[in-house]
C-alpha cells in the first residue's frame, strides 16, 4: 500500500509509525524530496520508456491493456 500524507508534519509521521508498530505493521519512509511522491517498482527503461512515448505521441493516449502490462512488468506481478 502507498500513502501520500500531506500537511503534516514529522512528530505526527512519528506517532504514525509507533502505532504501526504497536501493530506489529511495517511502514517505512520511500522518499525525503520535496514533490512527497514515490512509486514502487523499478524504474522504466530506457527503450520501455522511448515505447511509452512514442505510442503516446502517435494516438495521444495508451490503450489500457498496454499500461496494464507495463505496470505489471515493472512491478513483477507475473
Not at 509521521?13 to 504497536?22: C, F, V
Not at 512509486?39 to 491493456?65: C, D, H, N, V, Y
Request: net charge positive; aromatic share 4%; glycine share 4%.
Amino acid at each position: 500500500m502507498l500513502l501520500q500524507l500531506e500537511n503534516t508534519d514529522f512528530t505526527n509521521i512519528k506517532k504514525l509509525m509507533d502505532y504501526a508498530r504497536q501493530l506489529n505493521l511495517r511502514l517505512s519512509l520511500l522518499d525525503d524530496n520535496e514533490s512527497n511522491t514515490a512509486l514502487p517498482g523499478k524504474p522504466l527503461s530506457e527503450a520501455a520508456l522511448k515505447s511509452l512515448i512514442e505510442s503516446s505521441r502517435k494516438s495521444g493516449t495508451i490503450s489500457m491493456g498496454t499500461a496494464h502490462n507495463i505496470i505489471r512488468k515493472n512491478f513483477n506481478a507475473d
